[in-house]
Structure formats: C-alpha cells, structure tokens
Nanobody, 121 residues
Framework: VQLQASGGGLVQTGGSLRLSCAAS?????????MGWFRQAPGKDREFVAA????????PIGDSVKGRTAISRDNAKNTAYLQIDGLKAEDSAVYFC??????????????WGQGTLVTVSS
C-alpha cells in the first residue's frame, strides 16, 4: 500500500487545515484502518487520530482534542484530517499511516512520506 499525504503548508495561528491521505495498491486499500501521526522537531512522533475502514473513530490525541476531526471516503481510498484553531505547537510533519487491522495500531504497517505544517503568527 502506498500513501500520499498532501495539504500541509504555512498557516496562521487560529486558522484551519485539511490534510488528505490517498491510499493506493494493496488487495483492497479501502479495507485498511487509516490515521495520522505527527512529529515536531526534537520531539517523539505522537498519535493524532485514526479511523477504521467502517468509519469508527479512535479517540483523538490529547494535544488536538476538541479541534480535530478525521474522516474518510472509501470510494476514493482517502482519509482526511481537519484541524481547527491551529496553534504554534501544532507545527510538525504530519504522517498518514494505514494498517490491515480494523483499529489502527500505534505501529502501523504502512506510512506516507509526511507533509509539513507550519503555524505562524
């Protein structure tokens, strides 16, 4: 499975961002759990959000809780991450991930290349 993340860029504090992750390859890309992690400079990679192929969402990561939503369109084999109320500490490389398991594990099998999000004032 190949994952292509997009939608990152420079955003002002308080703004919103929508990241996309398109999956391709595999026997049935739509039957994978998908999700997002992020890694800021000098910090460990942290979990952000995940969604099963049936649309069941895992609990959102604490650092973005209340202002983040994950969704997917199985017809397009694409997952989306919407983050509102962006803060400087949201600046990071955002990685999409996928796994054949119903619920995305903390060490997914497949990773995208990452998309950089920079939040500035």
């Amino acid at each position: 499975v190949q994952l292509q993340a997009s939608g990152g860029g420079l955003v002002q504090t308080g703004g919103s961002l929508r990241l996309s992750c398109a999956a391709s390859g595999g026997t049935s890309s739509s039957r994978y759990s998908m999700g997002w992690f992020r890694q800021a400079p000098g910090k460990d990679r942290e979990f952000v959000a995940a969604i099963s192929w049936t649309g069941v969402r895992s609990p959102i990561g604490d650092s973005v809780k209340g202002r983040t939503a994950i969704s997917r369109d199985n017809a397009k084999n694409t997952a989306y991450l919407q983050i509102d109320g962006l803060k400087a500490e949201d600046s990071a490389v955002y990685f999409c991930a996928a796994d054949p398991a119903y619920a995305l594990p903390r060490a997914p099998q497949y990773w995208g290349q990452g998309t950089l999000v920079t939040v500035s004032s």
